[in-house]
């Protein structure tokens, strides 16, 4: 069975003889794909992953020394602690069969066992909402973010449909941001935390969608309020 290996070292020295690694396995030249969780959790997975030869084709995902997800994924390999997302990514046909004999029971299992899936905001993708949804940090908004991109029918512009706001982004990719919400029917969802709040006047808000309450009465107000002014 012909089998590549895809990291950094891989893609570089495919590129020195002339060859594009990830087109290869786009192309399906090669049965079976061995990923790095950093290549893997890389934009340029995506390319392959959405490719629709390539989906067509695609009968398993398998994640060896799965144990390496809990142990690695905190600090020493961050990477690790994103190769959950890749499933959502995929058909819902194709089973994950994950592999590994030293997984301890309880805690550690259940982590592993369970994904970061937000199905009941699946109708902010309906078409003509203008929908926000805040959440209480970075790292929940960055996660339904991504929850709701790899919900979106394959070929869809994905980044534009749905927007991020947080104290991370800036100032310039804000302003494409109010300029999308407003103005670009199928930009329907911004993803925020409380970030996204002073100095915002969106007339034409349908909803909004709290994940978590606030910390305080008040900011359920301010945030409620921005939906049907």
């Keep these: 069975i012909n089998t590549v290996a895809v990291n950094s070292d891989s893609v570089h020295a495919a590129r020195e003889q002339g060859r594009n690694l990830l087109d290869e396995i786009r192309c399906c030249l090669w049965s079976i794909s ?5 290549k893997l959790d890389a934009d340029e997975s995506d390319i392959v992953i959405r490719d629709p030869t390539f989906r067509e084709n695609l009968v398993l995902l398998g994640v060896d020394e799965a144990h390496f997800v809990t142990a690695w994924g905190e600090e020493f390999r961050k990477a690790y602690n994103q190769i959950g997302r890749i499933r959502r990514r995929l058909p819902d046909h194709i089973p994950l069969v994950a592999v590994t004999a030293t997984l301890a ?3 550690p299992q259940k ?9 009941v905001i699946l109708w902010a993708l309906n078409e003509g909402s203008k929908v926000i949804i805040y959440c209480k940090t970075i ?3 960055f996660r339904v973010a991504l929850y ?4 979106l029918p394959v070929g869809t512009q994905c980044l534009e449909n749905i927007q991020v706001w947080y104290s991370l982004t800036s100032t310039s ?3 494409k941001t109010l300029d999308l919400f407003t103005n670009k029917p199928n ?10 709040g002073l100095g915002i006047n969106q007339k034409n808000v349908t909803a909004v969608a709290n994940l978590g309450l606030p910390e305080s009465l008040d900011s359920l107000v301010q945030q409620k309020g921005r939906a049907g002014q």
């Design 34 to 38: 061995i990923w790095s969780p950093e």
């Design 105 to 107: 029971p309880g805690q």
């Design 111 to 119: 982590r592993l066992l369970t994904g970061y899936q937000f199905p």
């Design 139 to 141: 790292d929940q908004a």
């Design 148 to 151: 709701l991109w790899n919900s």
């Design 173 to 175: 990719y804000n302003t």
């Design 187 to 196: 930009t329907c969802v911004v993803v925020a935390t409380v970030a996204f």
